[in-house]
Nanobody, 121 residues
Framework: QVQLVESGGDLVQPGGSLRLSCTAS????????MGWYRQAPGKLRELVAR???????NYADSVKGRFTISRENAKNTVYLQMNSLKPEDTAVYYC???????????????WGQGTQVTVSS
């Protein structure tokens, strides 16, 4: 089966930087989309940044110019470079991938366990 493992969450001061990583492992045939979501206590999970099937990127308006998503395809790994962090960036960050795990297999969505990012005030 497919697993997504995230790392890099930490406590950081406002204005600081952090880099998250996510590696997909297991049976993977084709990744159609991969990216990052976040969820703060009492709030809905929201898109932060993602790669689409075509390789283009989508960013939430709140993080444009501050966050950058990148990837190493050979490692099935995506990163999220977070700069100029703000207290409102505090959340659990989740990696997500939409992929098929075998030829003729169904498209499925997978989630990582989440990593906590805390930006102090």
């Amino acid at each position: 089966q497919v697993q997504l493992v995230e790392s890099g969450g930490d406590l950081v001061q406002p204005g600081g930087s952090l880099r998250l990583s996510c590696t997909a492992s297991g049976s993977i045939f084709t990744i159609y989309a991969m990216g990052w979501y976040r969820q703060a206590p009492g709030k809905l999970r929201e898109l932060v940044a993602r790669f689409t099937t075509s390789g283009s990127t989508n960013y939430a308006d709140s993080v444009k110019g501050r966050f950058t998503i990148s990837r190493e395809n050979a490692k099935n790994t995506v990163y999220l470079q977070m700069n100029s962090l703000k207290p409102e960036d505090t959340a659990v960050y989740y990696c997500n991938a939409a992929l098929i795990s075998s030829y003729d297999g169904p498209l499925r969505s997978y989630w990582g366990q989440g990593t906590q990012v805390t930006v102090s005030s």
